[in-house]
């Protein structure tokens, strides 16, 4: 129903909408208290599909994040680990990531929740950040900078305690 409100009459809107019928009988203003994420990443998947003429209702938009977020997963481990060790690893990691039953229930068509993004987001980041130290490009930076915004601030901020620590300890290991 979020995403609805937020395709419907835009983001400003949403990020003040006030829904009466959660958390009856008091409501609550949705865009304070939610991560919108997870809204605004199908808003804009629905947004290009319409841009291309290809016509879906954002209910299936919202039904399918998860298993798309999950193959986007796969292969953002596979490009993580292909970086850090050789393909052969990265196609191991891949498959692991594809069977292992904690994200497999939580990246199932009709599981609308942060975790069939954040866990794409988390890894993503992780080859991004290591791909622009190994290089030294500020291409690669600026594209982990961007993917590093996105997944504190948009997805989830419980990922992001993990992430600062990573990074802070590679970093005195790449020093």
């Known amino acids: 129903r979020a995403t609805r409100q937020l395709v419907s009459d835009g983001y400003y809107d949403f990020l003040n909408w006030f829904d009466d019928s959660a ?20 808003g804009f998947i629905h947004y290009v599909l319409h841009l291309l003429n290809i016509t879906v209702h954002i209910r299936d938009v919202c039904v399918f994040l998860a298993p798309v977020f999950s193959g986007l997963t ?3 481990t596979f490009l993580l680990t292909r970086e850090v060790w050789d393909e ?17 229930s939580r990246s199932v068509a009709g599981s ?9 987001a988390l890894m993503f980041t992780y080859f991004l950040w290591i791909r ?5 490009s500020v ?18 901020a419980l990922s992001y305690f993990y992430m600062v620590r990573m990074i802070t300890a590679l970093s005195y290991f790449y020093m």
Do not use: H, Q
Not at 28 to 40: E, H, K, Q
Not at 96 to 104: D, Q, R
Not at 132 to 136: A, N, P, Y
Not at 139 to 156: D, E, G, K, P, Q
């Open 74 to 76: 796969a292969i953002s």
């Open 112 to 120: 609308y929740d942060n975790e069939g993004i954040a866990i794409f």
């Open 132 to 136: 622009s130290v190994k290089t030294g």
């Open 23 to 42: 958390w009856y009988p008091l409501g609550r203003i949705v865009g304070g208290t939610v991560y919108p994420g997870l809204m605004v990443t199908s």
């Open 139 to 156: 291409f690669w930076a600026s594209l982990a900078a961007l993917s590093y915004f996105y997944m504190v601030r948009m997805i989830t």
């Open 88 to 104: 052969g690893a990265g196609l191991l990691a891949a498959c692991f990531i594809a069977i292992v039953p904690g994200y497999v």
